[in-house]
């Protein structure tokens, strides 16, 4: 039997978050229904952070309500601070994401506190999420390069597990924010997680943008560590309102092509993500951001097919 991967597809959150033109609720709960027609079992729904700094993510609550309909699937919410984990309390939703920027400026900028600081309130949040019977997975954005103070060395990562270990029990998804990872960085990473701190490879997550096309090549780099949980989006959808350059992140029907190719099982009906990934591409102004849905389906892609005497 093959080595199962869980794919996380943030695309309802982290796809769409960076847009300009608003998604509508319906539209996002028809992507959302797509995505779990492909076999996608885990999907990152929405955020609850303030909507002057997120308009896309004003209808959180609608979201949260309309994914009830939703059976088997494992639905999550990003939650900034106390308020967005007491609104996802309030709306139903049993497992959070609470980010954490490695690079203390980046989570200036992004959560206007320190690194620090994040941490005394992800203690606070622990505490309440284990009253609550509520998983939290802690998000480590800019992991690898922040966009304000340069290439982040794999001791601070490891730093930042070490601390973030002492305070939550659940799992850690390690963030290329910016997309300019390389593999080895990677592989540093999860090679002093395992030595410093034992840490078993199943408590972590990657999560990779594909600014510069190293993506798939991060992919493997995890997966060669051991690493079984990756993120991604439908159509390669996304960017960081607060990350100058960052664009999509690594297209799900990219990675799960990918999964497939080397042999891992993922569950996921290819055709049905094409599917997802054509509704989803239509939420953008910009040029398809993935691969395959160019490769498999072009005129989806705003591309005119060649005619057969052009082929000749």
């Given at each position: 039997m093959s080595e199962r991967v869980n794919v996380v597809d943030v695309t309802p959150r982290d796809g769409l978050q960076n847009e300009k033109e608003i998604v509508s609720t319906r539209d996002k709960l028809l992507l959302i229904e797509k995505l779990a027609l492909a076999g996608i079992r885990e999907i990152q729904a929405t955020s609850f952070v303030h909507p002057r700094w997120v308009p896309q993510m004003a209808d959180a609550e609608a979201v949260a309500v309309g994914i009830q309909r939703f059976s088997g699937i494992r639905f999550s919410a990003l939650v900034p601070n106390l308020k967005g984990y007491e609104r996802a309390i309030a709306s139903g939703i049993r497992f959070l994401e609470f980010v954490i920027a490695v690079s203390d400026t980046f989570n200036h900028k992004n959560l206007n506190r320190s690194t620090a600081e994040s941490l005394e309130l992800l203690t606070q949040v622990t505490k309440l999420a284990q009253q609550d019977d509520v998983e939290i997975r802690v998000g480590f954005s800019t992991a690898f390069h922040c966009p304000f103070e340069g290439e982040i060395s794999a001791r601070a990562v490891v730093d930042l597990l070490r601390a973030t270990r002492e305070r939550s029990p659940?799992?850690?998804a390690i963030c290329d924010t910016n997309g300019m990872a390389y593999p080895d960085q990677v592989t540093e990473v999860l090679v002093l997680a395992k030595s410093e701190l034992k840490m078993p490879v199943t408590e972590?997550?990657?999560h990779f943008h594909d600014t510069y096309g190293r993506g798939l090549a991060?992919?493997?780099a995890g997966l060669e560590g051991g690493?079984?949980?990756f993120d991604s989006t439908t159509a390669g959808l996304g960017g960081c309102p607060y990350c100058p350059g960052a664009s999509g992140n690594l297209a799900t029907e990219d990675l799960v092509a990918f999964l497939d190719g080397m042999?891992?099982?993922t569950g996921i009906d290819m055709e049905?993500?094409?599917d997802a990934a054509e509704f989803a591409n239509g939420f953008t102004s910009r040029p398809y951001q993935g691969h395959l849905?160019?490769?498999?389906r072009a005129g989806a892609?705003?591309?005119k097919q060649p005619k057969e005497s052009q082929l000749a």
């Open positions: 659940w799992r850690i972590l997550a990657l991060n992919t493997l690493v079984r949980e042999g891992y099982e049905k993500l094409l849905l160019l490769a498999k892609c705003g591309v």
